[in-house]
């Protein structure tokens, strides 16, 4: 099993810098993307594209007016991303293929029991780290 997104996995990390498209934008990374795709307004999309590391971006998510789906949509938004990130980056599909057949698990100690687990207590939905897997299975090898 891949505990934690660190060292040599780092890659599968949300924080990540990489290009992703959304909606007609080019994000730096699939946090900031994730986090803009939390509002309608343009403004605040705006700003987190422009924001200088992916740690900043989840700052300014925190703090967005909410589309009204965003509950419903989220794991979806977070797919799609996901997706775009491993298919429009082929050495990084490379890489997340090399994971082979291994649990990843988005392995934290800030709290997380949504996206990832809480490494204190062993608890969480994992769901970043379902995402990952599902995508690693639609990536064709060369």
């Known amino acids: 099993m891949i505990k934690e997104f660190q060292g040599k996995y ?10 992703i498209p959304l909606d007609g934008e080019t994000y ?9 795709a939390k509002t309608k307004n343009n403004l605040e999309r705006r700003r987190i594209r ?3 590391t992916p ?6 998510g925190r703090y967005l007016y ?11 938004m977070m797919d799609y991303l996901v997706m775009q990130k491993f298919h429009l980056h082929n050495e990084l599909g490379k890489l997340l293929l090399q994971t ?3 649990e990843l698990q988005e392995g934290n100690y800030w709290g997380d029991k949504y996206w990832g687990v809480d ?6 939905e994992n ?16």
Do not use: Y
């Open 50 to 52: 422009l924001a200088a």
């Open 127 to 142: 769901h970043l780290g379902k995402i990952l897997m599902n995508v690693r299975k639609t990536i064709k090898p060369e």
């Open 100 to 102: 082979g057949t291994e």
């Open 66 to 76: 909410l589309r009204g789906d965003w509950e419903e949509s989220r794991i979806g």
């Open 28 to 36: 730096p990374s699939v946090e900031h993307a994730f986090q803009a």
């Open 10 to 19: 780092k890659f599968l990390s949300n924080f990540w810098l990489c290009n």
């Open 119 to 124: 490494l204190k207590t062993g608890i969480g």
């Open 55 to 60: 740690g900043e971006a989840k700052r300014l």
